[in-house]
């Protein structure tokens, strides 16, 4: 293999937002330091957006900002486009475009890998280029290293995170300052924490697209977004919190991806968690994912999740990996991406997944209530383990909130079928899944 020895690496970035923006602060900063330590110069050539009007606070090289995305993705002289405009579709088309003309490719689109990962990666193995995504996940954790490289000699049996700051946000915003999911939503978008269409935040779909890439990677298996069981936090109530706190727990938006028996759990969800697990005092905008490994046992990584330095840095750490391969004269290089299915491993559907609930059910405060619900559980084999009954309004509806021991989805979802449908029973019936409390 030749290495081209002084070799400069040149770099397009194609949408100058809040990664984009970071991004080429990093590159034009700290061009000198970033050369010493890498080894060889990098370049920032060219920046293409829509809107080359806006002030960014940052001082560009004259001349290197348009609205030409063609003639970027064309530009003989790049070797590495940086993909930072969001959404599926013309990202998709910049992407295969870019690995078509032979160019490497950095992303923080995780929509996009998610559910168009399988094309992509194979578009950039015919082409003999790498996608770069550190940024896809968890912004300034390098959570796709320590999962691809660093614990590669693992088999991963459990990975579980707060992987969208925005819902953590809300959720940490309605645990201390007692305010309602709306507030605390609208209280985000004012801090510029959530988008004006927050929907895949606070729906977990973007939690979703993460876990997409954190489970291919760490199972070997095809990127499997559809196969994920998502609920967002849009039902979360204060009064919830309020009782998750009372029993010592928090609650928080989980991702999870659990191999056991053949088996993936991949699902995302809230969740209530104990109020002594790591994961429950990540608060605000943090992100944090705990991975359990047979050789190494139990880690957790920490970190921003966001923003344009965060998420900039881990663009940086992608150009400077590819850019270490180009230099060295590597003329490709194995993604750790699958493309077959796995016949080993199945995953599972959500109904038979078993986990602890919580359930909060509005019934009627009279003699003989309890017993039919948890007549109605017990004959679903779910088994109480305590129990609280707040308030005393003789003859109205009063929260009644249980805690169960492990059960199955399909047979507690059946249970609150029949639950439900009782006449002392008023509303539907809040269940939220509990982890970290195995029986
Ligand atoms: N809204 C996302 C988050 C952005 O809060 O995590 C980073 O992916």
Not at 90 to 99: E, H, P, Q, T
Not at 286 to 293: M, P, Q, S, T
Not at 362 to 369: H, R, T
Request: net charge positive; hydrophobic share 40%; with cysteine.
């Amino acid at each position: 293999m030749k290495r081209a020895k002084n070799r400069t690496v040149n770099v397009g970035i194609i949408g100058f937002g809040t990664v984009g923006t970071g991004t080429a602060r990093i590159l034009l900063d700290k061009q000198a330091d970033l050369e010493r330590k890498a080894g060889f110069p990098v370049r920032l050539r060219r920046i293409a957006d829509l809107d080359i009007k806006r002030k960014r606070g940052i001082k560009l090289p004259a001349g290197i900002l348009s609205r030409d995305v063609e003639a970027l993705v064309r530009d003989p002289e790049i070797d590495i486009i940086v993909e930072l405009i969001g959404g599926t579709r013309a990202a998709r088309d910049v992407i295969l475009k870019a690995l078509k003309n032979g160019k490497h490719v950095v992303t923080a689109n995780k929509a996009l890998l998610a559910e168009a990962g399988q094309e992509l990666f194979r578009t950039a193995a015919k082409n003999r280029a790498v996608i770069g995504f550190e940024a896809s996940v968890a912004g300034s954790i390098p959570i796709i290293k320590v999962i691809r490289e660093s614990l590669i000699g693992n088999s991963i049996s459990n990975i579980y995170g707060i992987i969208n700051g925005t819902a953590n946000y809300i959720l940490t915003k309605m645990t201390e300052e007692g305010l309602d999911f709306g507030t605390a939503l609208g209280n985000a978008q004012a801090r510029g924490y959530a988008e004006a269409d927050p929907t895949f935040d606070i729906e977990g779909i973007d939690s979703a697209h993460k876990l997409t890439i954190l489970a291919a990677l760490a199972f070997g298996i095809p990127f499997s977004f559809k196969k994920i069981y998502t609920e967002g936090i849009t039902g979360i109530t204060p009064l919830d919190i309020h009782f998750a706190s009372e029993l010592g727990y928090k609650i928080k938006l989980l991702a999870i991806a659990k191999h056991a028996d053949g088996a993936i759990e991949l699902r995302v969800h809230p969740t209530m968690l104990p109020a002594d697990d790591l994961i429950s005092s990540v608060s605000g905008v943090f992100n944090a994912i705990f991975v359990e490994g047979d050789a190494t046992g139990e880690a957790l990584y920490y970190g921003r999740g966001a923003g344009e330095m965060p998420t900039g840095s881990a663009v940086v750490s992608d150009i400077i990996d590819i850019g270490r391969r180009i230099v060295s004269g590597a003329d490709t290089w194995l993604q750790g991406i699958t493309m077959t299915a796995r016949t080993d491993l199945k995953i599972k559907k959500m109904d038979d997944i078993r986990t602890c609930y919580y359930l909060r059910i509005s019934a009627l405060d009279k003699p003989g209530v309890l017993s039919r619900i948890s007549g109605i559980l017990g004959s679903h084999n779910i088994s109480i383990r305590s129990m609280i009954q707040k308030g005393r309004k003789k003859e109205k509806a009063v929260p009644l909130v249980m805690m169960t021991h492990e059960a199955r989805e399909r047979d507690m979802r059946q249970a609150l079928r029949e639950i439900n449908r009782l006449s002392i029973v008023s509303g539907r019936t809040m269940y939220l899944r509990v982890e970290g409390d195995e029986d």
